[in-house]
């Protein structure tokens, strides 16, 4: 079986990319590994022989998996930060009228939710519950990154305007 012959692209950037994310990163390790996801969406992408500037490319690549990254961190340190604050968990559910009002809107959004196209709520979902980028996502659904984008600005605003005319909050243009 023969050897698949190494991208000149991804060989000639490849330390520059890594540089850029070590720099910008806790953790060399963190950065290697983003480094290869930078290259593995390069391999993936479809319309690679297009790009007329590769390095710009790679690097808005490193750029959006890093904004990627630090949002998640940002998520999970909100969420630890929750977790130790356990007389603010306590309140809202010793009071029924709260958690009446929780579980109400937890139904407006299923509702909602249900009501979506199902490419509009599995954009959405993916996006906004599983934290995936929309590279990511144009990926499994197998679409372009600009649809990807349309589908969940379009299923946001969907949700936003059936929940605001739900609440009697509706806005008029």
């Known amino acids: 079986m023969q050897r698949p ?5 991804a060989h000639g950037f490849y330390a520059d990319i890594l540089h850029f994310l070590r720099k910008r990163m806790d953790n060399a390790s963190d950065a290697a590994d983003m480094t290869q996801d930078v290259f593995a969406q390069w391999l993936g992408y479809r ?3 297009k ?4 390095r710009a490319f790679l690097f808005q690549v490193a750029r959006n998996l890093l904004s990627d990254h630090w949002r998640r961190q940002k998520v999970r ?3 630890l930060a929750d977790d130790t604050l ?3 968990q306590d309140a809202p559910a010793n009071d029924p009228l709260d958690h009446a009002q929780q579980q109400q809107r937890l139904n407006q959004l299923r509702q909602v939710l249900a ?3 199902p490419r509009r709520r599995e954009a959405l979902m993916l996006h906004r519950f599983e934290g995936l980028t929309q590279a990511q996502i144009a990926e499994r659904m197998n679409i372009s990154v600009s649809m990807v984008e349309k589908h969940i600005a379009a299923a946001l605003l969907q ?3 059936r929940l605001d ?3 009697g909050t509706e806005q008029f243009p």
Do not use: I
């Open 159 to 161: 949700c936003k305007q």
């Open 5 to 9: 012959k190494p991208d000149p692209v």
């Open 51 to 54: 790009v007329e500037q590769p």
């Open 47 to 49: 319309d690679r022989a």
């Open 86 to 88: 356990p007389e603010q």
């Open 77 to 79: 340190h909100a969420a």
């Open 115 to 117: 009501e979506l196209s």
């Open 165 to 167: 005319s739900d609440n």
